[in-house]
């Protein structure tokens, strides 16, 4: 998911702010699972590693149409628990722990950068008394700015099961009692959340590594509440035809090999902006300690009320 070069780069920071989001482009759990064969829900969803098959939704014909065409904030079209297997099926556990580790280890010189902008972003975050979800909680960078607040209680979500023992961990040092966290093994594209459920959700450095950002976005407005926010921090993709992006995308296919799935030429921005959120503050900027993912944004978006 991250993976970080320390080449110095210049800094250069931009905002931008969006009160009217363009219409989201389509983005459908059928196009991320592929094409059904021979008509049925069992060709559509395959068949998990034990051989037993998944029957998901209603055997009428009016449960595999809305298994064809979920409405963009229903509940989950298919089960967290099978879109994980599905987008993220589990990797040896000596990887996981190995990876999780070296998340731990490893994200000082980025964390200490970023903070400053981190510290910009959860300051717009009122988190007293409120349901929270941070995606990709990994180790538990982010907990430390906002899981302090009175009442606040939050869900983890992350494939990583090893990272459960780390995020856990960075939440008791904020004071967070043990009863307000709930870790989850889930992914993006399947929240384990129910409609109109969470305050807020929050994504760092996540959209790199997700199968498709479109779902993603459609599910994190579905657990918003009316008027939640969604708080992010993302690398992107350099700025056509500079250097930094030839370089991205002769690197892509080794950070995806390297970096748990990790693309370093998404344009995330734009698919927030087209996501068809109420208001979108977007802020741009460039960092120095990680050259080859230097390019960020970061920013808040408003669910309708």
Known sequence: MRGLIALPAVAGPGRRSHPKPRPRRGGSVVALLGPRRGGSVVALLGRCRCGRRHLLGASSAAGLLHLANPPCLAAPPIDPDVMLERVHPARPGWYEKLYATALDKGMASYEAEIAEYKLNLFSQLSAEGKNILELGVGTGPNLKYYASADGVKVTGVDPNMYMEDYS??????????????????????????????????????????????????????????????????????APDGSFLQFVQSALDPLQQFVADGCHLTRKTAENIEEAGFSSLSLNAVRLSSAYIISPHVYGVACAAS
């Open 168 to 237: 856990r961990a960075a939440a008791t040092s904020t004071g967070l009692p043990s009863s307000n966290f709930t870790f989850r093994r889930g992914v993006g594209e399947a929240l384990p959340a129910e409609d109109s459920s969470m305050d807020a959700v929050i994504g760092t450095l996540v959209m790199c590594s997700v199968k498709d950002t479109d779902i993603v976005l459609g599910e994190i407005k579905r657990v918003l509440k009316p008027g939640g926010l969604y708080l992010f921090i993302e690398h992107v993709a």
